[in-house]
């Protein structure tokens, strides 16, 4: 009986073979797909969402727990693993590097789903559509941004990572070699250049958020700093600040205007360069799946899981931290000693003893800060506090934190500026620039002129768990004078995945000591 079953289905799809040519019922084909600027924007959309997916939690790709905090902001000296947290974690804070572990392949995984998705906008540009001459001369620009935007962050995190200018046609070109860092800052500012001729200087209410020409320019000037092209880097920093919509939040109130940085409020504010856009209010997201890669339908109401990671929970006392978060990162000593006296970021940025504490658990709940919540005592309140536990904020299990992520700055930049005038000798003019953040946070101007010190004790501060400090630590070099006798020079670039490397039988070369 089963043998005729068997040959009964195997005709039925020998038959329905002869029929290649049957366009599915959930999904349109590409070639019909990109017609019109709806389509378009969808298909940039898609490419914005890879950026998401940094921060991301899966169980249906590798696991993923939001893998982009653990190599950027776990791994300094800014934070510490927890004892409750994942291995992943604790080996990063350990600088335990390897080649197979799960963060490097989950970035570089979405990295390179994202330049993929802005290839194949770009290739569709040039077929045949519905779209005026403006209309392709944005969208170019925009996926120019974006494209840029994800080869600079291989180009960080991996140092000769593939560059990949377009989507592969055959099964014999679905890999690409590493790139040498000259082909990709090339390519990236030229990118970011595009851009910069394409995008308009801002978008509409209906589209804040998107990639705009002042944000372009302020990656060709940070990009030119990673390159070393000072002059470069300071053409486009002034420019910026010329002629850009671009301003530092400060009303001479501290407290408020560090409060309004990181308000769910007061997001895409007048500081805001570039930020990663989140879903919400009221959304069923719960953080687990990637809403563009997961099996079920795409809900385009993506939150980031920084509340669940970042909030306290407890390891130490009886009695853990209300709000069922996680705790897994959490402030070091040696950050919160490096604040100065008066410095408002301190109470701005970090829970510690005598605090009140608010946190978003279907109500907000409010109490008195416990160090006993913490493996140092302290937590991270940036991005949190009372303004920020509110509803519409979190997604209905509480789990998903719909508060934008600034990925970029206004502060960064000047700080950027700062240093790259005072490698050209203008130290007089970085002065102003670092004593501009630094009154903002209550402080007072620096005793003397600014030097390179000043610039890197501000960044510390003014970004801290803000996915900065570790490309800092390499681009300066300083990587032994942080860590000791942990350092390895080769930790200066991540290791690229072990699985791509194998995927393509070595024609990726892994980078030298891993």
């Known amino acids: 009986m089963k043998k005729i079953i068997y040959l009964i289905a195997a005709g039925f799809i020998i038959n329905s073979c002869n029929n290649l040519d049957l366009v599915p019922l959930d999904k349109l084909p590409s070639d019909a797909y990109y017609k019109t600027a709806s389509d378009f924007d969808g298909a940039m959309f898609a490419a914005y969402s890879s950026i998401q997916d940094f921060w991301g939690t899966s169980t249906e790709t590798l696991g993923e727990f939001g893998e982009y905090w653990k190599i950027t902001v776990a791994i300094t000296d800014d934070a510490v693993a927890s004892p409750g947290s994942d291995n992943e974690s604790k080996n990063a804070d350990n600088l335990n590097i390897n080649s197979s572990d799960k963060p490097f392949a989950a970035i570089y995984t979405q990295i390179y789903e994202g330049i993929y998705r802005c290839n194949t906008v770009l290739e569709h540009l040039e077929l045949e559509n519905e779209l005026t001459a403006g209309e392709k001369s944005l969208f170019e620009g925009e996926a120019k941004f974006l494209r840029a935007f994800f080869h ?73 700093m990673w390159k070393n092209d000072v002059d470069g880097a300071i053409a486009a920093f002034e420019d910026v600040i010329a002629n ?232 300066w070099g300083i990587g032994a004078q942080i860590f000791g006798a942990q350092w390895n020079d080769k930790f200066n670039v991540f290791p690229i995945p072990q699985s791509e490397i194998d995927r393509t039988a070595g024609l990726i070369t892994q980078n030298p000591g891993y």
């Not at 804040?208 to 944000?215: F, N, Q, V």
């Not at 895409?268 to 570039?274: D, G, K, L």
């Open 152 to 224: 600079f962050e291989a180009l960080k995190l991996f140092g000769t990572p593939p560059m990949m200018l377009a989507t592969p046609k055959s099964l014999e070109d679905l890999a690409a070699p590493n790139a040498t860092k000259d082909e990709l800052f090339t390519q990236i500012l030229s990118d970011f250049n595009v851009a910069f001729t394409n995008l308009p200087a801002a978008w509409d209410a209906g589209n804040t958020g998107r990639a705009t020409k002042w944000a372009a320019k302020a990656y060709i000037g940070k990009v030119d």
């Open 244 to 475: 850009g919509p671009y301003q530092l939040i400060n009303t001479g109130d501290p407290a408020k205007d560090l409060d309004d940085l990181f308000a769910l409020d007061n997001e895409n504010n007048a500081e805001s360069i570039f930020e990663i856009q989140y879903g919400g209010p009221n959304s069923d997201d719960n953080i687990w799946v990637f809403d563009d890669t997961h099996s079920e339908s795409f809900k385009a109401s993506q939150g980031t899981g920084r509340s669940w990671f970042w909030a306290p929970d407890n390891y130490i006392a009886n009695d853990g931290a209300p709000g069922g978060k996680l705790g897994f990162w959490v402030p070091s000593q040696d950050l919160v000693d490096a604040f100065e006296p008066g410095d408002a970021r301190f109470e701005a940025f970090i829970y510690s003893d005598g605090d009140m504490y608010y946190v978003w658990n279907s109500e907000v709940v409010e109490l008195p800060y416990d160090p006993e919540w913490s493996v140092t005592g302290y937590n991270v309140k940036k991005y949190g506090g009372k303004r920020n536990s509110v509803a519409g904020g979190f997604s209905g299990n509480n789990q998903g934190d719909f508060n934008n992520e600034r990925i970029y700055r206004f502060a960064e930049m000047k700080l950027l500026y700062a240093e790259a005038l005072i490698a050209k000798g203008r130290a007089g003019e970085a002065t102003t620039q670092v004593n501009d953040i630094r009154n903002r946070a209550g402080l007072p101007d620096l005793a003397g002129t600014a030097t390179l010190a000043d610039v890197m004790q501000e960044k510390r501060i003014e970004l801290c768990f803000e996915e900065h400090r570790w490309f800092d630590i390499t681009r």
